[in-house]
Each structure stands twice: as structure tokens, then as C-alpha cells.
């Protein structure tokens, strides 16, 4: 399994990230097989938010209901949570967030969170409330690290002008078929090419200048909740045909390359894997030790059909 240290921290975390939004339906039973099968692969960060599973906190309830962990194991697993989507509006006041952290905690039987994100872009966001809110949790050692989701630069600036401690996590989408944050800097300046237009605002970069850890959720999707590109040879042929041919020299599966693609990337991009297979973890945790060549690297960029101007 690959590892890193989080920068601004001391923090040794896994390049894959195990979410648990998909857990409702697994018995208990099931559910410690899939966390077991992800610790023994090397995964060390869980992650949650507190709108997943339907009713509010519901898999993280799901979650402390059916895993206990010893304290001396609670210290070797990273949990983390998000807040600040509710029911038809975003919220990122300080008492929401306060709240929230406080249900998160006890619904998943923790003392504290190693990391607390802000899950989507309050556009009516106080950011001196979010600073008080950070400071009371961190203060009071309900909140170690703090980090963003779906942020864009601008909008993590924004925070940092009054925020004391340090975002170090800033989650969003990418798979190799969705993957503008990488796509549009490669083909900067191209004009009448759509690839080439920046809908981030320079985000993987501003991350690496700032030791911002990004966090790949849905990594398999073709775009946005439709469908895996993994075995769909009726749109994406050529990709799967690269995957393959990889998986077999490595002796991964197509998940294992498709996973390495994004681990691959300098940024030490994390993978947060939305499966409840323990197979399936085991197949991402194999591939993010693969080292693709530049040359595999740009081969699986182009077979999703991205331009290499």
C-alpha cells in the first residue's frame, strides 16, 4: 500500500481512503469484513459525512454500531467526516457546524475526528464563523485537521484569511474520464478546445503550492453517477483495452490500473473508494503500489479520450 506524509502534518496516511457512503445495506458482519479487509491491505482513513445514508448521520451510525475499535487501534485509523449540506441548502454557520461534529461523534462511539471537512461551497458563507467553530472543536479535542471539499481555490483563500488551522484536504471528483483538474492544464491556451477550459480555477496546482492533499471521490465513474467506465466497452473501448494489457503486465486488475493512474500523479492524490466489495478494495490497494511509466501514464490519458495538444 502506498503512504505518505500529509503536508502541514505529521500525519502518515494511505493513498486509498476507504467511504463508507454506500454501507446502509451491510450487516454487521459485513461491514467488519469490508473494514478489516481495507486495514490488512494498509488502508488507515475512513471516511464519512453525516448526510450519508438517507436520514442524518445514518451510516455513520451504522458504522459505530457494528465497528469498535480498541484505543490503541482508534489512534492507527484516520476517521473523517463532513458537514454543511442540509436538506435543500448549504451551511456552514458555526453552530450547524458544531452540532453536527457532536452528533458525528457519537454516532460513530469516537472521541474525536482526525479531519473535518467542509462538504460543499457555502456561497453565504461568514468565514469568521467557520474560524470560531474550528477554533472550539480543535481547542477542545473534538477535531484534529480540517480540509474542504469541492473548494476552489478562491474559495479555500477565502477561508484561510481568518481560519488559525491549517486545510490540509480538499476533496473532489476525478476519474481517469473525469478529470478536469488535469485535463485543462494540459491543454492550456487551446482555444475551440473544450478540454483546455480551467473549471477549477488552477486547483491541483494551487493544492501542490499549498500543501493541499486532494481526495479523488467516485475514481471509476464515467462523469457524474453514471455508470463505471471499468468493463464498458461499448463507450470506452480503447480505455478498457489499456487497461487490460496493463493489468496483465503488472498483474493487477483493470481496478488495480485505474487506480494507479490517480495515485500515480506527484500531488500523492488519494482514492476514496465507494465500494462495499472487500475484493474491490484489496484490487485498489494492489494498484496503488504500481508505478505507471510516463509514457502508461499519458497512454490511459489519451484512451479516455483526452488531447495531448
Not at 103 to 108: G, P, R, W
Not at 135 to 145: C, D, I, T
Not at 199 to 222: C, E, H, V
Request: proline share 4%; aromatic share 8%; hydrophobic share 40%.
Amino acid at each position: 500500500m502506498k503512504t505518505f506524509t500529509l503536508p502541514q502534518t505529521d500525519v502518515r496516511a494511505s493513498s486509498i481512503v476507504l467511504g463508507q457512503m454506500r454501507i446502509m445495506d451491510l450487516d454487521d458482519e459485513q461491514l467488519r469484513t469490508l473494514v478489516g479487509t481495507a486495514l490488512d491491505a494498509g488502508v488507515n482513513v475512513i471516511d464519512h459525512a453525516d448526510i450519508y445514508g438517507g436520514e442524518r448521520h445514518a451510516c455513520e451510525r451504522r458504522f459505530g454500531e457494528a465497528i469498535r475499535f480498541s484505543p490503541a487501534e482508534r489512534e492507527n485509523v484516520l476517521i473523517q467526516s463532513k458537514v454543511g449540506i442540509r436538506e435543500g441548502y448549504f451551511d456552514f454557520s458555526a453552530e450547524h457546524i458544531m452540532r453536527t461534529v457532536d452528533e458525528s461523534l457519537e454516532a460513530l462511539g469516537t472521541e474525536y475526528l482526525d479531519v473535518l471537512l467542509l462538504h460543499r461551497p457555502d456561497t453565504l458563507v461568514e468565514p469568521d464563523e467557520v474560524a470560531t467553530a474550528f477554533s472550539e472543536l480543535h481547542n477542545r479535542g473534538k477535531v484534529r485537521h480540517f480540509g474542504v471539499s469541492n473548494h476552489t481555490p478562491g474559495q479555500v483563500e477565502l477561508l484561510k484569511s481568518v481560519v488559525a488551522q491549517p486545510l490540509i484536504i480538499n476533496q473532489v471528483q476525478l476519474s481517469v474520464t473525469h478529470a478536469p483538474i488535469i485535463a485543462s492544464g494540459i491543454a492550456a491556451n487551446m482555444v475551440g478546445l473544450d478540454q483546455s477550459i480551467d473549471r477549477d480555477n488552477g486547483m491541483l496546482d494551487y493544492a501542490r503550492l499549498n500543501g493541499i492533499t486532494l481526495q479523488a471521490w467516485s475514481p471509476f465513474q464515467k462523469a457524474f453517477f453514471d455508470g463505471v467506465f471499468i468493463g464498458d466497452r461499448e463507450n470506452f473501448a480503447d480505455l478498457n483495452d489499456v487497461l487490460d494489457a496493463l493489468a496483465e503486465k503488472y498483474g493487477v486488475t483493470p481496478t488495480g490500473i485505474a487506480t494507479a493512474w490517480i495515485t500515480r500523479h506527484p500531488a500523492n492524490i488519494q482514492v476514496v473508494l465507494g465500494t462495499t466489495t472487500p475484493s474491490r478494495v484489496a484490487e485498489s490497494a494492489a494498484g496503488s503500489d504500481v508505478h505507471l511509466t510516463r509514457e502508461e501514464y499519458y497512454r490511459i490519458f489519451t484512451a479516455a479520450g483526452h488531447t495531448l495538444p
